[in-house]
């Protein structure tokens, strides 16, 4: 299985921009954090940035392209992220076109406080069409997953976890997957989320509650 010079270049091009625009905006901190996008369907190949670089550096082989389970198609020094799984259980249970994935403390904070509801409930906020809700009272529930620490239960926990209504899943006291069906959908779907948790967590410290709505 190969793929062609020119979807390489392209989807090398698409992730390292992608990169730098949430980098700039404080979300890969401590080398933390990955992207991902689609190459292929059928067969699935997507492209994803590797382990334990610092993201805020552009570099050609910082990314690498892995098949339908996770593992490398073309020769490489590079290590998947042992996150990989969970991208490729996005992939496979969702239409997404690119995924990623952030640690930031507005994500942690809600996974925190709402974890034992199994959920992170938002209501009545604009930024809820950013998602492509567009009705009247729009009430979403993104789903919260505990981190465990066997990477492959992770996987399938958060796969399990998908709401088809919600493109995210968050996980406990770790960061949020959130998907699109191409890397501009992802952008501005990280970006609503990130910007509706800062505003809840804002809220809660405000009235010492998490029953805000
Ligand atoms: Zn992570």
Redesign the pocket.
């Known amino acids: 299985m190969d793929i062609l010079f020119e979807e390489k270049q392209k989807a090398i091009e698409t992730l390292n921009n992608l990169k730098i625009e949430l980098y700039n905006k404080g979300w890969f901190p401590a080398t933390?954090?990955n992207l991902s996008l689609k190459i292929r369907e059928n067969p699935l190949i997507f492209a994803i940035t590797s382990s334990g670089k610092d993201k805020g550096k552009i570099t050609h082989e910082d990314i690498l392209f892995v098949d339908k389970e996770a593992k490398p198609i073309l020769q490489t020094k590079l290590k998947p992220s042992a996150?990989t799984k969970i991208h490729l259980q996005v992939y496979q249970r969702t239409d997404a076109g690119c995924v990623v994935?952030v640690?930031t403390v507005n994500n942690n904070f809600v996974s925190e406080v709402f974890f034992e509801k199994g959920f992170v409930p938002i209501k009545n906020l604009e930024m809820i069409k950013a998602l492509d809700i567009w009705e009247e009272n729009a009430y979403i529930e993104v789903p919260i997953v505990e981190n465990y620490f066997d990477l492959d239960k992770l996987a399938q926990k958060s796969g399990e976890a998908i709401n088809p209504e919600v493109p995210a899943v968050l996980i406990r006291n770790?960061?949020i997957y959130v998907w699109g069906k191409n890397e501009f959908e992802a952008k501005r779907h990280i970006e609503a989320f990130e910007f509706m948790f800062e505003y809840m967590k804002n809220l809660i410290l405000f009235k010492g509650s998490t029953n805000i709505w």
């Open positions: 933390s954090g996150e994935h640690h770790h960061g």
